[in-house]
């Protein structure tokens, strides 16, 4: 599956790159993301957590980032949540382009998900993919735009 999500923020471009490469403080925007740790190579663990449908999701996730060329960053993970019998590889990219007063945040993602959790459905995907992405985005713009810091 393929996602798409662009979110524009009061702060300048060289600002979101600064928190774009800030890979612990980029996580924590994402809610789902529990017990993170994160090396000086910019590879990574996450436990990632959420209800999925029927299912509590608790997948182990590791993975690594690499920082683009234009101050952007790429982001590779896999995991697999043991009870479930589920897995899920993951690939992001995410950039931050000058737009007006601000900038906007682009975050392109592939995933594939297997087991129990794909018994549910790209639809099921769809909807918690926009959710997740909704709370980054209010995540994100806190840290941005109400002094979080990067």
């Given at each position: 599956m393929?996602?798409h999500?662009?979110i ?6 060289p600002?979101?790159?600064?928190l774009?490469n ?12 529990k ?11 996450t436990i990632a957590?959420d209800r ?5 999701a608790r997948?182990v996730?590791t993975?690594?980032a690499?920082?683009?060329s234009?101050g952007?960053l790429?982001?590779?993970a896999?995991?697999q949540d043991?009870?479930?019998?589920s ?7 995410l950039g931050?382009?000058a737009?007006?007063d601000?900038?906007?945040v682009?975050?392109?993602a592939e995933?594939?998900?297997?087991g129990?959790?794909a018994?549910?459905?790209v639809?099921?995907?769809n909807l918690?993919a ?8 209010i995540?994100?713009r806190?840290?941005l735009?109400g002094g979080?810091?990067?």
């Amino acid at each position: 599956m393929r996602f798409h999500e662009t979110i524009p923020v009061r702060a300048s471009q060289p600002t979101v790159a600064g928190l774009l490469n800030d890979l612990p403080a980029l996580l924590a925007c994402l809610p789902i993301c529990k017990e993170t740790s994160v090396q000086p190579d910019g590879s990574f663990r996450t436990i990632a957590e959420d209800r999925v449908g029927p299912f509590k999701a608790r997948l182990v996730l590791t993975g690594s980032a690499s920082t683009g060329s234009e101050g952007g960053l790429s982001v590779k993970a896999q995991g697999q949540d043991a009870a479930l019998g589920s897995g899920m590889v993951l690939q992001l990219t995410l950039g931050a382009a000058a737009a007006g007063d601000g900038a906007v945040v682009s975050v392109d993602a592939e995933v594939q998900v297997r087991g129990k959790l794909a018994s549910l459905g790209v639809p099921i995907f769809n909807l918690k993919a926009a959710e997740v992405m909704k709370q980054f985005g209010i995540a994100l713009r806190s840290r941005l735009e109400g002094g979080g810091g990067v």
